[in-house]
């Protein structure tokens, strides 16, 4: 798969240089550009989908991309639940992707 992200000096809307920044999603270091999104960082390597549902394990990734829809949910440094499409990413930070167990009513068993 190719890279989707546009080099700096192509961007007609921003054409400003950037530092490159190194973040890890579940152990992979990650390349990507200063004030990008996790999930921009992410979707800039080619990577699509980064959790997966409690129900049937199907992928998700950015579904809306201004933080309504919370499917682009990952962990951040150990915080859970963080959504990519609003955290900017930092470098050297930890994403993990994330699937949550379907919760469980107060009394049944797991
Ligand atoms: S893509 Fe909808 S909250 Fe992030």
């Not at 933080?67 to 990413?89: E, S, Y």
């Amino acid at each position: 798969m190719t890279s989707r992200r546009l080099s700096a000096e192509n961007d007609p809307i921003r054409p400003d240089t950037t530092s490159p920044i190194a973040i890890t999603m579940d152990g992979a270091v990650v390349e990507g550009l200063e004030g990008q999104s996790i999930a921009g960082v992410l979707m800039g390597t080619g990577m699509l989908a980064w959790r997966f549902t409690s129900s049937a394990n199907r992928p998700r990734g950015v579904f809306c991309g201004i933080g309504v829809c919370f499917d682009c949910l990952v962990t951040v440094n150990g915080q859970p639940d963080v959504r990519a499409c609003q955290r900017r990413a930092v470098a050297g930070d930890t994403v993990l992707s994330q699937h949550d167990e379907l919760p469980v009513p107060p009394g049944e068993p797991r």
